[in-house]
């Protein structure tokens, strides 16, 4: 059994739970996911780990620009991520084909803590939820 920090660290996301059990199984598996909020989770730790393939893969093509991986990769190694906190979440559930999650993903950046509050929209198309865009 590996014994690496990844693998005995508290996940990112905030669920308590070792990222072996939680972020890292989306990560390796996208089709893992079973809930929008679930994605948006495992998203929040990928930008964490500064997981660009993640990130892309994950992002649903009508609205994903692959050439700005690297720039979010730089970004979010840029940072230091603080926490995620999960305000609400609608549908989005393992039946549903659509949800929308609102967090707060607070991170420390240029000597100040920021935050970024976003309403997601999540979309399942053949069984993979992805993230859409900000919601309306």
């Not at 508290?10 to 972020?23: A, F, L, R, V």
């Not at 390796?28 to 679930?38: G, I, R, W």
């Not at 991520?81 to 607070?106: H, M, P």
Request: one cysteine or more; proline letters at 1%; charged letters at 25%.
């Amino acid at each position: 059994m590996k014994t690496t920090n990844e693998n005995i660290m508290n996940c990112p996301c905030g669920t308590q739970k070792p990222y072996s059990e939680c972020c890292e199984v989306a990560h390796k598996n996208l089709s893992q996911v079973v809930t929008a909020e679930q994605l948006m989770r495992s998203r929040y730790s990928a930008f964490v780990l500064a997981n660009g393939d993640y990130l892309m893969e994950s992002h649903h093509k009508s609205s994903r620009s692959l050439k700005e991986k690297d720039s979010i990769i730089a970004w979010a190694k840029s940072v230091s991520w603080i926490r995620l906190e999960v305000l609400e979440t609608t549908k989005g559930r393992k039946n549903d084909s659509k949800g929308t999650v609102t967090f707060n993903a607070f991170f420390f950046e240029n000597g100040k803590v920021d935050v970024i509050h976003e309403k997601s929209n999540f979309i399942k198309e053949n069984g993979i939820w992805q993230y859409l865009g900000l919601a309306q």
